[in-house]
């Protein structure tokens, strides 16, 4: 769960400069959009597959998952294999279930909202170039950036956005050894109204629970 999920918050990065290729949008102005597009909404979900591949094995593993959000802080993530991250604007329940364990934690600056995360890029990546392109029969954004190294070449990535809805459709991550990492979104709804506990965990008896919240007494 952490490695899927934190790769959400690896990518919680902010763009400064991007060449202009093909496209008569820059890389910052589609960035721009897709963040005023997420302010509007009160509402926001899509369903993903993650999709790793080991080049030096050549094998590929998949998951699926579901990122459900209410603006301002409230979210929700559910990978197909029963792990599940939660907040609730106040707390984050981090669930593993295969150790059926939750980790309890304060909600803080670095528990951006999942699509942020998404529209949000680093300086740690060079900009290359904007294509305008077809991905899943919609006209689409490509934008492409390379990870800043002066040891080796580093790491390239690719976000594709829809032209019309300005909603992600995919991410790629390419490692300089060849390992391929891809996040494909579909499914996309908003503005949908919430069922009551959605942004909340339920703690069984049979959870370990592991509180790491901040309480006055850890400063004594």
Do not use: C
């Not at 999920?5 to 763009?15: C, D, G, I």
């Not at 459900?68 to 929700?76: A, C, L, S, T, V």
């Not at 949000?120 to 392109?133: A, K, L, R």
């Not at 019309?164 to 990492?181: A, M, Y």
Request: glycine share 4%.
């Amino acid at each position: 769960m952490k490695q899927s999920f934190y790769f959400f918050w690896f990518l919680s990065v902010q763009f400064t400069f991007l060449a202009n290729s093909g496209s008569a949008l820059t890389g910052n102005e589609i960035v721009e959009k897709l963040q005023d597009q997420l302010r509007q909404y009160k509402t926001f979900s899509m369903d993903f597959e993650k999709e790793f591949y080991w080049a030096a094995l050549n094998k590929t593993r998949s998951r699926k998952g579901k990122i459900e959000i209410e603006n301002p802080n409230q979210f929700r993530v559910q990978l197909d294999n029963g792990d599940v991250m939660v907040a609730d604007g106040f707390t984050v329940w981090s669930y593993i279930e295969h150790n059926k364990q939750v980790i309890i934690s304060d909600y803080d600056g670095g528990s951006s909202n999942p699509w942020q995360v998404f529209v949000d890029y680093s300086s740690v990546f060079v900009p290359t170039v904007v294509e305008e392109t077809k991905i899943a029969g919609r006209s689409a954004y490509m934008l492409s950036m390379r990870e800043k190294s002066s040891n080796e070449e580093g790491r390239l990535l690719k976000v594709w956005v829809d032209k019309k809805k300005w909603w992600l459709l995919q991410i790629e991550s390419i490692e300089s050894n060849g390992d391929l990492t891809t996040f494909k979104m579909k499914d996309h709804k908003i503005n949908k109204k919430n069922k009551p506990g959605k942004f909340s965990f339920v703690i069984s008896d049979s959870i370990d629970v592991l509180d790491r919240r901040y309480t006055p007494q850890m400063m004594e």
